[in-house]
């Protein structure tokens, strides 16, 4: 059997106003150039890029060895905005080991967690300040700021679970979430599976 590393048990400060944890030993900051033809709209992508490439979402990260048996810390900041109709959105993945899971806490602001399976599983669900989302294994997972503020969520997953993001930006979700008349609204993907 190959033993976990020993680590020493420690505590972090997570500020629960900007989501930003201290010490933080990995910091991912995505313009809407990081997530090329993500988004359904691409002429509104073009534009929103000519106008300054937005950055659309932060993550704070606390890292510990990849070992099975380790948990990651993270929180996650999406400013609000839209590319087109699309509400800011996370690039969204599979965990490349599919049978781990991962919990949500929500922070601060309105937001959304769209997932899907690969056998055509889909399911949205609402995450408000004090939502605790648990994302079981092999679901891929996105989450979408719906509201006007920065939304804000904790999270935290397996350190050995890694990121498949080759699977999202291949076949998308199954929805996709857009304002309609000023309401979040969930609409069929039309190139879902496609690319
Ligand atoms: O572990 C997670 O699922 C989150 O911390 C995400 O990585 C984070 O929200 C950023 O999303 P993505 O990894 O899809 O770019
Ligand atoms: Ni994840």
Same mark, same amino acid.
């Given at each position: ?118 056998? @055509? ?8 300040? &004090?939502?605790? !989302?648990? /994302? *079981?294994?092999?679901?891929?997972? %996105? ?28 076949? @998308? ?8 008349? &000023?309401?979040? !609204?969930? /609409? *069929?993907?039309?190139?879902?599976? %496609?690319?």
């Amino acid at each position: 059997m190959i033993a976990l590393k020993y680590i020493q048990p420690f505590s972090l400060k997570l500020d629960l106003r900007t989501g930003i944890i201290g010490p933080c030993n990995r910091y991912i900051q995505r313009r809407l150039s990081d997530m090329a033809g993500m988004y359904a709209d691409h002429a509104g992508e073009q534009k929103a890029l000519q106008g300054g490439d937005p950055v659309v979402y932060e993550v704070y990260q606390y890292d510990v060895p990849n070992d099975n048996g380790q948990l990651l810390i993270v929180t996650s900041v999406i400013h609000p905005g839209r590319i087109g109709q699309e509400y800011h959105m996370t690039k969204g993945h599979y965990h490349a080991r599919r049978d781990t899971a991962e919990v949500y806490v929500g922070l601060q602001g309105q937001g959304y967690l769209l997932l899907c399976t690969e056998e @055509g599983g889909s399911k949205s669900m609402p995450i408000e300040p &004090g939502t605790i !989302t648990y /994302i *079981p294994p092999y679901w891929a997972h %996105r989450t979408v700021n719906v509201g006007s503020e920065d939304f804000i969520f904790f999270g935290v997953y397996p350190a050995d679970a890694g990121h498949d993001y080759g699977t999202i930006e291949s076949d @998308g979700f199954p929805m996709l979430l857009v304002e309609r008349d &000023g309401v979040p !609204t969930l /609409i *069929p993907n039309p190139s879902h599976g %496609r690319r």
